[in-house]
């Protein structure tokens, strides 16, 4: 697909630097006049950070892909809302269900220290609740699929498109390993499922689902390592298991891809009648 404005690569680079730049700011800023000490003081301030944080990334990143260089005049943040969404959330939640599945060993052959940083990193209560199962799907979404993905889709196929937003998604998970493989996983599929039909709905529905499927297993869990083996008891019926959700996973992905490449190609030839 033939770029329509500048370079994918500089909005990636722009839109990583206003975002680590809005993370800066929002740290100095809540440092200023916060004064940590009790748990629910923690969780608080965690809110306050990611949102502030986000809340200037997103407004950093939708000034420059409207009005720096190469900008896109026709670019909007898209929140339509229909009746298909229902069942595209459904089987959302099944892929990264088996998604999930399918790279618990790999996270669970990370060392634990890294499940204990996660833990006291999220905390507990009802901040972090607010923190990780409302502000985490709204302002991410907006800000690596409504900006970061819909930006380079409009240049790349949709692949390369996935895999470059879920990248970033990753890397700004560090430098807690197993988060950053889970948000690598879960971002490819989040991908594909806003590209469906162009909208942020979804995808945020579904982040919000498997953030709180997450935060309960994680309190569940503790540090016990109870995984989905464990939970199963049983090697027979959990191999099944794993079998049946790495199928899941793998063919979702494929016809995904091929639902976004049909309906690109679409796109692509409306555009193009319409301008004849």
Do not use: C
């Not at 498109?161 to 996983?185: D, E, K, R, T, W």
């Not at 199928?247 to 490449?261: C, E, I, T």
């Amino acid at each position: 697909m033939e770029s329509k404005r500048g370079s994918a690569w500089a909005d990636i680079g722009v839109l990583a630097a206003i975002l680590f730049g809005a993370t800066l700011t929002a740290g100095g800023v809540v440092a200023g006049f916060t004064v940590s000490g009790t748990e629910h003081i923690h969780g608080a301030t965690l809110f306050t950070v990611y949102t502030v944080q986000f809340v200037l990334a997103i407004v950093g990143g939708y000034v420059w892909l409207k009005l720096g260089k190469g900008s896109d005049s026709k670019f909007s943040l898209r929140l339509g809302v229909s009746w298909a969404d229902g069942p595209l959330i459904l089987s959302g939640i099944v892929v990264a269900t088996a998604a999930g599945i399918v790279i618990e060993p790999l996270l669970g052959a990370m060392p634990e220290h890294y499940i204990e940083r996660l833990n006291e990193m999220i905390g507990h209560g009802g901040w972090a609740i607010i923190t990780t199962v409302v502000a985490a799907p709204i302002f991410e979404e907006i800000f690596f699929r409504g900006m970061v993905l819909e930006g380079l889709a409009r240049r790349w196929a949709a692949r390369w498109a996935v895999l470059g937003s879920a990248a970033l998604f990753g890397l700004v998970h560090l430098p807690i390993l197993p988060q950053m493989v889970n948000a690598f996983v879960i971002a490819i599929i989040m991908g594909y499922i806003y590209l469906i039909p162009r909208s942020l709905i979804p995808v945020i529905v579904i982040h919000a689902i498997n953030n709180g499927l997450a935060y309960l297993i994680l309190e569940f869990r503790g540090s016990q390592g109870v995984d989905t083996r464990d939970l199963i008891g049983n090697d027979t019926i959990y191999l099944v298991v794993y079998a049946v959700s790495a199928v899941v996973m793998v063919v979702s992905l494929v016809v995904m891809n091929a639902k976004v490449r049909t309906k690109t190609a679409r796109d692509t030839l409306k555009e193009k009648t319409a301008d004849e």
